[in-house]
């Protein structure tokens, strides 16, 4: 067993690491530029939502779609056959507070690092192997990062290809903690 005190290095290292990957993927490379499509009738559709008077939050309609179709009145029914189904995340108004996502993401980060260091050193002993401790850091840290995603598709209809490069991304992220953990090691 190694202590979660001994591996504090790895830790900050690794979350550190994929703080910056996660900053150039999203930010620098042109990876996720095309996963939001660009809404024609923009103005008129944020016109009715400022009207509507809705505030930050998660929607969907027609909320008899999250039913079951048998307690659909015949109104309710035909809404959902004629459609559009969907759902709608409202951010609030003003530009959104990158600093503090971005200091939410670090937090994160460092959770999802320190349950890795605790895992590992609950099953790995000091001194063990770098693929050892590479495949045990890199896989907690990908399911971590990405194990997740699908049920965005499966269930919230996001678009696979945005899914799939958000686990690839997830994977570079699972890869950059487990090279850290794996090289800062401690030793016997």
């Known amino acids: 067993m190694v202590p979660i005190g001994d591996l504090l290095v790895p830790i900050l290292l690794s979350a550190i690491a994929v ?36 505030s930050r939050g998660q929607y969907t309609w027609p909320q008899a779609a ?34 503090k996502s971005m200091g939410l993401w670090l937090v994160y980060l460092l959770v999802v690092s320190w349950v ?14 770098y693929l ?5 850091t890199g896989t907690v840290a990908f399911l971590a990062y ?4 699908p049920s965005d598709s499966i269930y919230f209809f996001h678009s696979w290809s945005s899914t799939i490069k958000m686990m690839i991304d997830g994977l570079l992220y699972g890869l950059l903690t487990a090279g850290f953990f794996g090289w800062l090691w401690p030793g016997l």
């Open 19 to 54: 703080f910056f990957a996660s900053f150039l993927v999203w930010a620098v490379l042109p990876w996720h530029k095309g996963d939001w499509k660009h809404l024609d009738g923009e103005d008129a559709l944020m016109k009715t939502l400022r009207e509507l008077g809705l």
């Open 66 to 99: 999250t039913r079951p179709p048998k307690t659909w009145s015949e109104a309710e029914a035909k809404r959902v056959r004629e459609g559009p189904l969907g759902s709608l995340v409202l951010w609030g108004q003003g530009p959104p507070s990158m600093g």
């Open 116 to 129: 890795v260091a605790y895992l590992a050193g609950r099953t790995l002993a000091p001194g063990a192997d």
């Open 132 to 136: 050892a401790v590479f495949r045990v």
């Open 146 to 149: 990405a194990g997740a995603r």
